[in-house]
């Protein structure tokens, strides 16, 4: 993990350039969800351009399975790519993954070795345990010439908006049961557990949210010029809401150790919360009546 760290931080530093271990190699970096926690994370991967679209690869490197991102894009095929650009800085982009089978999958495994005898080698592997390496296209996103589609992208946002308001509504409320000295609903038989798991949960969901989002952006100021102000704003606020999540989960605790296990310290967390949350609905608001319309997707009652 700190080896993979330490190649983001360089990425994104240096325009998607990095060296040592990966120099001249043409990386990209996969945003996903992790499918058992929801918590997203960041991998970088090699890739090969075919056509418009992105190929990587799920090798697993002598590993007895393929990496967490293949598992990932499987439960929710939907992630954000960072890639160098012309501008000359890393940029998000909003993807949708597709899991290559049959001659297609073959014929770009077969490409991506010819180029990289490298991964002959990971190939004899997974064929001597009959685990053929998983082939996945990215295809970034595109508000172009589609209008229907566009409009199932604001109804997803809008629905999202509501999913965070629930996860938002149960932590809250764990925090008040604990307060309260209620003890915890079935399935949960500790309170404090109980309430730590829907803070993060919350914490988790908002950051993906934000993270798909930072992609979508991108999308925007291509297709919808006259939206860069709105989405420059939007961006100053996920950056705010991204300080004050990591000092939530901090408070919070990341690990199962440093649980709140007082009304003092559930009172600290609600207080914490609440400040996180300030000025979380009329962010909402903004994005909704400056990127619905554009989408043609109408604004919730």
């Known amino acids: 993990m700190d080896f993979d ?18 120099e001249g190699a043409s990386l990209v970096l ?10 997203p994370h960041t991998t970088p991967a090699g890739y090969l351009r075919d056509g418009d679209r992105y190929l990587v690869f799920g090798s697993p490197a002598g590993r007895p399975r393929p990496p967490d991102w293949y598992q990932d894009i499987l439960a929710d095929p939907h992630l954000t790519v960072e890639l160098g650009t012309e501008e000359g800085a890393v940029k998000p ?16 495994w077969e490409l991506r070795r010819s180029r990289d005898p490298g991964f002959r080698a990971h190939a004899g592997q997974t ?17 172009a010439g589609n209008p229907e589609r566009n409009r199932m992208i ?30 915890a609903p079935e399935p949960e038989a500790d309170l404090a557990a109980g309430m730590r798991r829907h803070c993060l949960t919350f914490c988790y969901a908002l950051r993906a949210h934000h993270l798909q989002e930072e992609g979508t952006f991108t999308a ?22 991204e300080r004050a999540l990591a000092e939530f989960e901090a408070l919070v605790g990341g690990g199962t150790e440093g649980l709140p296990g007082d009304p003092a310290d559930a009172e600290k967390l609600r207080a914490e919360l609440d400040r996180l949350v300030t000025g979380l609905e009329e962010h909402f608001a903004y994005e909704e009546r400056h990127l619905l319309p554009a989408l043609g997707t109408p604004l919730p009652s």
């Open 154 to 183: 604001g109804q997803q946002l809008i629905l999202h908006h509501r999913d965070l308001r629930a996860e938002l509504h149960r932590a809250r409320a764990a925090i008040d049961r604990a307060l309260a000295g209620e003890p």
């Open 30 to 39: 996969l945003t996903t969800v992790d499918a058992r926690m929801g918590k």
């Open 5 to 22: 760290q330490r190649v983001i931080e360089e990425f994104r530093a240096n325009n998607g350039q990095v060296g040592g271990t990966f």
């Open 93 to 108: 982009f909003a993807a949708r993954a597709v899991v290559l089978e049959g001659e297609e999958r073959d014929r770009c």
């Open 127 to 143: 064929e001597q345990a009959e685990r053929p390496v998983p082939v996945v296209a990215l295809h970034l996103l595109d508000l």
């Open 220 to 241: 925007f100021e291509k297709q919808f010029p006259h939206l860069v102000p709105a989405v420059t704003r939007l961006r100053r606020e996920h950056a705010v809401v």
